[in-house]
C-alpha cells in the first residue's frame, strides 16, 4: 500500500500497489520517495506530483442569479451567470446540481436541457447535455401543473490553461406551450458548480 505523508505528520493512503508499501513525504516543502526492496516505482512519476494531486486547485460557485428562459424562444441556448474558472492546467472533474421549474396549460409536452460551454475555446464541452425537467399532459382542459427537479452533471476535461466554463439551458417546447421555465437557485434547492483538479 502506498502513503502520502504531509508535513503535519497526516498520512493519505493511496492504494495498493504491486504489493509492496510505498510512502512519500513531504517536509518543509521537500519531498522524499520510497519504494521497495524491489526498485518499483510510485504511480505518480514524481513524489511532487502525488502531493500536488492530493491538493490541486479546487472550488464552488452557485447560480448568482435565476434563468428566466421563457423569453428565450424554444430550442434556443441561453447563458446563465453560473460560470467558474480552471485556475490551471490539469484534468478536472466538474460536478454541478442544476435546479429547473417548469409550468403549463395541457395539452403541453416541454422540457428543459442544460450544458457546459467552454467560453474560453467558444466550444461545448461534448456530451455535458442533460435533461433537467420535463412535463408532459396530453389530456386538453386538464388544470395546469408545474414541476421543480434537480438533476446533476459530471464531466471530465483536460485545459492547457486558465479556462473559463459556463451553464448554458434551453427550454424545448415539443407540444403546447410552457408558462414558465427557470432554472433557479435560492433557499429551497441550490444550483452549484463544483470543480476540482485530480491531475497533474
Request: glycine share 10%.
Amino acid at each position: 500500500m502506498r502513503r502520502l505523508t504531509a508535513a503535519l505528520g497526516t498520512t493519505i493512503f493511496l492504494g495498493i500497489f504491486a504489493g509492496s508499501a510505498h510512502a512519500v513525504s513531504a517536509h518543509a516543502g521537500t519531498f522524499t520517495a520510497t519504494t521497495s526492496r524491489h526498485g518499483i516505482a510510485p504511480a505518480f512519476g514524481t513524489a511532487a506530483e502525488a502531493y500536488n494531486a492530493q491538493l490541486g486547485p479546487s472550488g464552488i460557485a452557485y447560480l448568482p442569479a435565476g434563468l428566466n428562459l421563457q423569453p428565450t424562444p424554444s430550442g434556443t441556448w441561453a447563458n446563465s451567470s453560473l460560470q467558474v474558472t480552471l485556475p490551471t492546467a490539469g484534468i478536472y472533474t466538474l460536478d454541478l446540481d442544476v435546479r429547473g421549474r417548469l409550468s403549463g396549460t395541457p395539452p403541453v409536452n416541454a422540457y428543459i436541457v442544460a450544458r457546459l460551454f467552454n467560453v474560453t475555446t467558444a466550444a461545448v464541452l461534448p456530451n455535458s447535455e442533460r435533461l433537467i425537467t420535463q412535463i408532459i399532459d396530453g389530456n386538453p382542459g386538464a388544470a395546469p401543473y408545474g414541476v421543480n427537479t434537480t438533476a446533476p452533471i459530471s464531466e471530465r476535461i483536460r485545459v492547457g490553461g486558465p479556462t473559463a466554463i459556463r451553464l448554458q439551458a434551453t427550454r424545448v417546447n415539443a407540444a403546447g406551450a410552457t408558462s414558465a421555465a427557470d432554472i433557479l437557485s435560492d433557499p429551497n434547492g441550490r444550483t452549484s458548480f463544483r470543480f476540482e483538479r485530480i491531475f497533474p
